[in-house]
């Protein structure tokens, strides 16, 4: 592998106009190892003053920041006249994966993680404009290229921005030089693509249009050449989310659109108003959602990655010392040993000289059919029944066949986090040795709920990725808030994940 500086190249994770992305490890004595990301300058633009100056110009900047979810800067220098960029490396996606590997799984970024990412980016976001250097005359730091490519998501559920490379330090009047376009043109502000000047505003816009594109899963701006992409960004005309996801409610309607006007007069005046609204908002969850939330949400959508602290505490945890296990093995002989007196005893001493054995019932149970198994005439629907009285609850959970949960003393439910995820229920029957097909169901409500299978509490919405009996099952969403007890019949489906919003609203 290359050596440059102090760094071994392992890997080449991308190239751009200016430069390639390499990744890369610093390693120590004793086993000391850092994974790094390194960003080298192309060597045809190494003798080229303008793209060094800009590179350096990139570096300076992005160093001076520190912020927790702004990848860090660590190295900037020269080698064989190449110029190398040394950073942090996020183990994890970026934000466009995360959305594209959510849909080709049947699911998406649903709206409590997708708040908690962006609370993290404008936090960021908020930081940066809010920075400060006097001897460098620096009035705040402007990103211009916020888009879900520079959104990074860590498998311990971590949030990120990174590439400072176009950003851009406010002077005294709190407004870039005009007549320069740069950015991504689909995720620019009208301003931006207008190429005037622009403040710190022109970020809040491009966090909106990614929020908006993370919730509905559609472009906010396409068309077939640049050109046309561009005059829709100008003339900024955008639909609520609402109408694409009805899962997105007029509140959150309201909080979106006001980011995305088109006269930033009428934005949010900074970042941390914009996320103080989404945090508004998400207590209208019964819970927060961590970063164990969203970490364990990366692991579903990208099973590739095994977390290496994970894997080592389950070892530690799986490990037993040596005079434990001697001790087991001896304790069991010892039983088997005693068991086998007893039977020996039994046989000689029984009265009748034998031992009678139980009568034959093979033939008993030969009409009985299997619960669970879907007949395949059976279509997918889904059936309501609302219940007027909260007190008629127990009425209704005696009705619901507790044969549709699979080994519930299993499922796991994470109170305080808010979200209840499948620990991993055996789909195999031990009893008949006859495979019993599963499928998953992520639950949400509206506001919230209590949800119950037969007489089980399996947790409070957002419920992720809980593992049932094909078939259909009767579910019940219960809020004493609203005084609400509803029932509803759904088809699990083998080998898939749906998803079910219930709006208690309504």
């Not at 959970?397 to 808010?418: A, H, M, W, Y």
Request: aromatic share 8%; with cysteine; glycine share 6%.
């Amino acid at each position: 592998m290359e050596q440059v500086g102090k760094y071994r190249i392992d890997a080449h994770i991308a190239s751009g106009g200016m430069a390639e992305i390499y990744r890369g490890r610093l390693e120590g004595p004793h086993g000391f190892v850092k994974d790094v990301v390194i960003k080298a300058i192309h060597p045809h633009l190494a003798k080229d003053e303008r793209y060094i100056k800009f590179f350096l110009r990139e570096a300076k900047l992005w160093a001076r920041l520190n912020h927790s979810s702004i990848v860090q800067v660590y190295e900037f220098f020269e080698e064989k006249g190449r110029f190398y960029l040394v950073m942090e490396y996020v183990k994890g996606a970026d934000l466009l994966r995360v959305i594209r590997r959510a849909r080709e799984n049947g699911t998406s970024v649903i709206i409590p993680i997708a708040i908690r990412i962006f609370e993290s980016v404008l936090s960021a976001l908020e930081y940066a404009h809010k920075f400060r250097d006097e001897n460098e005359g620096i009035n705040g730091i402007i990103h211009r290229d916020i888009s879900p490519q520079n959104i990074l998501i860590s498998m311990s559920g971590d949030v990120k921005i990174t590439d400072f490379g176009i950003a851009k330090a406010s002077l005294s009047s709190g407004f870039t030089t005009q007549g320069a376009l740069v950015g991504k043109i689909d995720y620019m502000s009208p301003e931006q693509a207008m190429a005037k000047e622009v403040d710190h505003r022109t970020d809040i816009f491009s966090a909106g249009v990614v929020l908006w594109e993370t919730l509905t899963d559609n472009k906010l701006f396409y068309g077939d050449t640049d050109i046309e992409v561009l005059e829709k960004v100008r003339r900024c005309e955008i639909i609520r989310p609402s109408s694409i996801n009805p899962e997105v409610d007029e509140d959150l309607d309201r909080i979106i659109m006001k980011s995305l006007q088109s006269d930033r007069e009428h934005r949010y005046r900074s970042a941390a108003e914009f996320s103080e609204c989404l945090t508004s908002y998400l207590r209208k969850f019964p819970h927060d959602i961590s970063e164990e939330n969203i970490s364990d949400f990366m692991h579903r959508l990208f099973p590739e990655f095994i977390s290496d602290v994970r894997f080592k505490t389950q070892l530690l945890e799986e490990e037993e010392p040596t005079d434990r296990k001697s001790y087991d093995k001896l304790k069991y002989i010892i039983f088997g040993v005693l068991f086998a007196l007893l039977i020996i005893l039994a046989i000689v001493f029984y009265p009748s000289g034998t031992i009678s054995t139980a009568p034959d019932i093979s033939g008993t149970y030969s009409n009985l059919s299997l619960t669970g198994v879907p007949d395949s005439s059976v279509d997918t629907n889904v059936t309501e029944r609302d219940v007027k009285d909260i007190n008629d609850l127990a009425d209704v959970i005696e009705t619901v066949n507790p044969d549709s949960l699979i080994d519930t003393s299993r499922q796991e439910t994470q109170k305080e986090k808010g979200a209840t995820r499948s620990t991993g229920v055996r789909s195999e029957s031990r009893s008949t040795g006859v495979t019993i097909k599963t499928g998953r169901i992520s639950i949400n409500a509206i506001p919230w709920a209590d949800v119950y299978i037969g007489k089980k509490k399996i947790g409070t919405t957002p419920i992720f990725d809980y593992e049932l009996k094909s078939g259909k099952t009767e579910i019940i969403f219960k809020n004493d808030e609203l005084n609400v007890v509803r029932k509803r019949t759904i088809e699990i489906l083998p080998d898939r994940e749906i998803k079910h919003t219930e709006d208690l609203t309504k």
